[in-house]
């Protein structure tokens, strides 16, 4: 399935979407969405300034707290983590794709 997302355009990370979108909506400060989540209130800050990853222990929270998926969470950080991989080409250069014939055998 072909993406409607701009591929040079680095997807949003979920700790963006948690602190544009979802503590404005529900008034809710750092400290309390630490405190509801059960972790630090670094832990979130860190989250929410794009410094540390959703992880699926932390999808899980978010998850259970807002009542979504975890897996929408971790496919938005799945998208980050791979387009930031893209960014340096030069990384995967030096790996030869299998040929099919080998891989049939």
Excluded: C, F, Y
Excluded at 7 to 33: K, W
Excluded at 51 to 80: D, F, I, Y
């Amino acid at each position: 399935m072909k993406s409607l997302r701009n591929p040079n355009r680095r997807p949003t990370h979920p700790g963006a979407i948690l602190r544009e979108d979802v503590l404005p909506a529900l008034e809710m400060t750092q400290t309390e969405l630490a405190q509801r989540l059960g972790v630090s209130r670094l832990s979130v800050s860190e989250l929410l300034h794009e410094k540390r990853s959703m992880t699926p222990e932390m999808a899980a929270r978010v998850g259970k707290l807002l009542n979504t998926s975890p897996e929408s969470w971790l496919r938005m950080q799945e998208s980050v983590d791979l387009w930031e991989v893209q960014q340096t080409p030069e990384k995967l250069s030096g790996i030869k794709p299998i040929k099919a014939v080998l891989l049939a055998a």
